[in-house]
């Protein structure tokens, strides 16, 4: 049975927020039905992030390479496919936005690609982890029944399997 875009959304929009949290972010909001006011692509899904106010710079670009590609990695475990977040046309936008965050860190473009190639894998190890994945799985679920949730049903749901 192939699964239903509404699914692989879930999992997607909900790798990015548990990876947010996880980093010490907090996410306002988390929907898998975006508005399209007046956008040239649809997006199928939508995590708002919020970080500390004080976070330095460095930090905060690494926090957004690495919430950025989590989207993609959670939609790769979930399909049990090995697709590299920079070939898939549906996360082009997560590819450019961890690409523009990395560009701070890593100015040189080959030595960037490796960078993100190496957060790629560091997200696949840590979203393989049981409670992990398990907070993942969870928030996908909420995410498919309600389409949307706000801070404090991500914060729960999240922090039964991250605390």
Known sequence: MEDS?????????????????????????VTISPDHDGELAPRFGDTRIA???????????????????????????????????????????????AWEAAATLVPDERRRLRFLEAATIKLDEWLRQDAMWAAVAALADELSAHETLEAEQVAEVVATWLS
């Open 5 to 29: 875009d509404e699914t692989l959304s879930a999992y997607h929009e909900s790798g990015h927020a548990v990876i947010a949290v996880f980093l010490g972010g907090r996410v306002p909001s």
């Open 51 to 97: 970080w500390p106010k004080r976070l330095p710079l460095r930090e905060r670009c690494e926090r957004s390479v690495l919430v950025a590609l989590a989207g993609p990695v959670a939609e790769r475990i979930y399909r049990e496919e090995p697709f590299h977040p920079g070939m898939v046309a549906e996360w082009a936008e997560d590819w450019r936005v």
